[in-house]
């Protein structure tokens, strides 16, 4: 008999496996992740160099925020060529290269697909606006201004004021949900629907292994262009965009349509993980609509934890309730950090041991049900980088600044080396700061110590590995009072208990009889019949 190292990896591959039920996805954003030519931006070859890096996480797969072609007003999210590399961060080769490399080391690449919205650079969107009477003249969503000149609608965009912008060539508004620069492509016109699926065919020939949909829910607008409905009573209004039910300009019944197009497409490949990104208040009724049944997406997250002051028992209890595994229910996704969101220590830790509180996020989200995306630098237990507003780069940051913490202060670079110029990240100055307090959490310095939190993170990813209920077990919450929070994860002898406390005073609580302990986290003496502060545990059945 002959002995194939590589079987297990080809098994792993195999079009037929469902490899992301329960996947550990680790979340790079290029930009500020490894820069290879030391011009202070990360780019494709700094993440490539990085990967036996990741590979040694243990993680699945890697979703890689956009590196497409963009002049970069909101980095790379405002796409102007989707079927080619920005400079910023190489080439197509280079693309080639990593996804070449990944897969040798068994890690799946997913990559961001952007089909609400383009840049205003985009050829479809120069051509669009040139008159109205152009091949991709309805390609962008263009309606004539009201009898007084102002916007169609009263529609409010994320970032700013209005969602309309008056084009003099066309002596027309074009919608924007985002930034001026970011105008909406019409989902709804079967050419654009046909464009889109022909960029999806472009990224899948070249061997990506998923795609996340980014703000799927702005991908239509409600074709009678009626007006949102304000926000009655109190509500935490820091934008214009606050002050509205965003009920026409987003969130339209036809999107699940569109999206069934898209798993076809995709069906056609095999093993191809399809995840939306969902937000907004309508978030849960859409996340279970798009991923319903078997020609939808697969999964789906939400901003539940990403947006929420505080982690409580009673949030992860209303979260895995929303998600009970029926016949045709889609399969959840969560993430507690990425670069759109504030970093989870910073967010959470509320003034209580950083350390000690990153470590016990590590656990909670790796025992969660569903699939989880990990967001780089959290396996450090890296705080919000502090970004002064001089520095500041992000658009929405410099819009709503000093109201909230902004997205720049998730984006800082990744620190590799401590005492190192940039934490070892580029030579040349780097796009954002370095947070001075990251030397002290880089890489190298965790490595070196084996009770690190990058150590830590290694060991409760492996968990996924070793115990298939964490993997696609039920969830069931057994209890989730003010700081308590205890759930068991699969059923019978081969179930899992999970006991968390989220609380910071100690909580009396002991092991029930017929458990032992698989892993715990700030717990030095589990048999003293309480959880201190911070402290949580897994436990199988004797």
């Known amino acids: 008999m002959t002995l194939d190292p590589l079987a297990d990896l080809r098994r792993a591959f195999s079009p037929a496996t ?30 490539t160099g990085k ?44 693309f080639d290269a990593l996804v070449a490399r990944a897969h040798e080391l068994g890690l799946r690449i997913i990559v961001d697909q952007v089909y609400s919205h383009t840049s205003t650079e985009h050829a479809w969107f120069r051509e669009s606006r040139a008159d109205r009477t152009n091949p991709k003249a309805d390609w962008y969503v263009w309606a004539d201004a009201r009898p007084d000149g102002s916007p169609p609608t009263n529609w409010q965009s994320v970032f700013k004021a209005s969602a309309w912008t008056w084009d003099a060539r066309r002596r027309q508004y074009y919608l924007h949900n985002f930034q001026s620069d970011q105008p909406d492509l019409n989902v709804r016109h079967p ?17 990506v292994d998923g795609f996340r949909l980014d703000a799927i829910n702005f991908a239509m607008h409600d074709p009678e262009l009626r007006d949102n409905p304000p926000v009655i009573g109190e509500a935490k209004r820091l934008r214009p965009f606050d002050f509205q039910h965003h009920f026409y300009n987003q969130s339209q019944p036809d999107i699940p349509k569109f999206l069934t197009r898209v798993r076809r497409l995709t069906e056609e490949r095999g093993a191809i993980f399809l995840v939306a990104e969902v937000g907004g208040e309508q978030a849960d009724a859409e996340m279970k609509l798009y991923t319903h049944g078997e020609d939808h997406l697969h999964s789906a997250y939400g901003f539940h934890y990403l947006y929420a002051d505080t982690l409580t028992p009673s949030l992860v209890r209303e979260c895995s309730e929303r998600w009970r595994g029926g016949s045709e229910e889609g399969w ?46 959290e396996e ?11 520095a500041l780069q992000d658009p929405e940051a410099i819009a709503n600044w000093p109201h909230t913490l902004g997205r720049d202060g ?17 030579q040349a100055r780097p796009w954002l700061p370095v947070d001075p307090a990251h030397h002290a959490l880089a890489v190298d310095r965790q490595e070196a110590d084996e009770g690190s939190t990058l150590h830590f993170a290694r060991r409760t990813v492996e968990l996924r590995r070793r115990f298939s209920e964490l993997r696609t077990g039920s969830m069931t919450v057994l209890e989730a009072s003010e700081a308590l929070l205890v759930f068991v994860r699969g059923e019978g002898e081969d179930a899992l208990l999970c006991a968390f406390n989220l609380g910071d005073r100690p909580i009396p609580w002991s092991l029930p009889e017929g458990w032992s302990l698989v892993e715990t986290v700030n717990l030095p003496d589990p048999g003293r019949g309480e959880l201190p502060a911070l402290a949580g545990l897994m436990a199988r059945r004797l």
């Open 410 to 426: 998730a984006r800082t670079p990744m620190p590799w080396r401590s005492g190192d110029l940039n934490a070892g990240f580029s």
């Open 380 to 390: 450090l237990g890296l705080p919000q980088g502090d970004v002064p507003q001089e």
């Open 191 to 207: 050419d654009v629907q046909d464009a889109l699926l022909d960029v999806a065919r472009f990224w899948l020939d070249r061997g």
């Open 332 to 377: 959840p996704s969560w993430a507690f950090s990425n670069h759109d969101a504030p970093r989870v220590v910073s967010r959470w830790s509320h003034a209580r041991d950083r350390v000690a509180f990153a470590r016990q996020a590590l656990l909670l989200l790796i025992t969660m049900r569903g699939s989880v995306f990990l967001y780089q630098g």
């Open 51 to 94: 990967l036996d890096y990741i590979a040694s996480l243990g993680v699945d797969a890697i979703w890689l925020s956009p590196f497409y072609r963009s002049p970069m007003r909101d980095f790379g999210y405002d796409i102007s060529d989707y079927r080619d590399v920005d400079p910023t961060f190489g080439t197509l080769r280079d």
């Open 18 to 47: 469902e490899w992301w039920r329960g996947a550990v996805i680790y979340h790079v954003y290029p930009l500020s992740f490894a820069d290879s030519d030391n011009n202070g931006f990360g780019d494709l070859a700094g993440v």
